[in-house]
Nanobody
Framework: QVQLVESGGGLVQPGGSLKLACAAS????????MSWHRQAPGKEREMVAA????????DYAASVKGRFTISRDETKNTVYLQMDSLRPEDTAIYYC??????????????WGQGTQVTVSS
């Protein structure tokens, strides 16, 4: 059974930092494309950061580039999202995703339950 468990969300002032963690079980994170997505009230879910399987190349949404950093710790089977210089518009529920292309079947695609991030003074 695959589980992705996010943690680290909370309330932070503008300009502050948070570090989210996504602890995986049932999969090996370096064998999956791992990503963080967020969904604000009334808006669609959007990808904010991704790290590829194997070599670990990264990609970021334009709105967070230079402020957020995605990383993984293979010894802990965990993916992180370091969020700096937070803004009120970063307020959202943040979700972890694991995806892997498969042969002759739909891709493996798993989601965590989400963690709330609120940026407010």
């Amino acid at each position: 059974q695959v589980q992705l468990v996010e943690s680290g969300g909370g309330l932070v002032q503008p300009g502050g930092s948070l570090k989210l963690a996504c602890a995986a079980s049932g999969i090996v994170v370096n064998m999956y494309g791992m990503s963080w997505h967020r969904q604000a009230p009334g808006k669609e879910r959007e990808m904010v950061a991704a790290i590829s399987s194997g070599g670990g190349g990264t990609d970021y949404a334009a709105s967070v580039k230079g402020r957020f950093t995605i990383s993984r710790d293979e010894t802990k089977n965990t993916v992180y999202l370091q969020m700096d210089s937070l803004r009120p518009e970063d307020t959202a529920i943040y979700y972890c995703n694991a995806r892997r292309i498969a042969t002759s079947r739909p891709p493996y695609n798993y989601w965590g339950q989400g963690t709330q991030v609120t940026v407010s003074s």
